[in-house]
């Protein structure tokens, strides 16, 4: 009996953890489509200038294998492959690195 107390404790505990962790992934989801919308949107909603648009999965998935640290680090200082140009930070001076952060998060979640 009291082992199924104990159980069912952790239990509770466990789901208490599992849902704050998914609040605060919702939350950096909808400031990095804050984000987006605000800067990215511009070349990646539409593939202006040969950007991988959000929902092109074909686009993202080498992409996105290339994991999110190099994504950021992209997206920080830019990337110019075969012609296109992805200025650095987006053009988004005033955006932390978080901000980007939560921008990749979005454009990727959007496009897998
Ligand atoms: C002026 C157009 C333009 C804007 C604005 C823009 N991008 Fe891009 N982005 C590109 C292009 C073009 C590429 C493809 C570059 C390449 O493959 O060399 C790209 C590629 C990327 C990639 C993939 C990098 C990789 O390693 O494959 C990420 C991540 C990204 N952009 C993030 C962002 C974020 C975040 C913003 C907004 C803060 C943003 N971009 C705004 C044009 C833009």
Redesign the pocket.
């Known amino acids: 009996m009291k082992k199924m107390l104990v159980a069912s404790a952790v239990g509770s505990l466990m789901m208490i953890f599992a849902s704050s962790a998914m609040a605060a992934n919702a939350k950096d989801l909808a400031h990095g489509k804050e ?2 919308g605000r ?2 949107f ?3 909603a539409t593939g ?5 648009k959000v929902g092109d999965k074909a686009a993202w998935a080498p ?1 996105i294998k ?1 994991g999110l640290p ?2 950021l680090k ?2 920080e200082n830019g ?4 012609g ?4 650095p ?4 001076g005033d ?1 932390s690195n978080d901000d ?1 952060k939560a ?2 998060e979005y ?1 990727v979640s959007q496009s897998k």
């Open positions: 984000i987006f800067v990215c511009a070349c990646h202006a200038a040969g950007a991988p992409r290339q190099t994504l992209h997206a990337l110019s492959t075969n296109l140009m992805m200025p930070r987006g053009t988004c955006c980007l921008a990749i454009m």
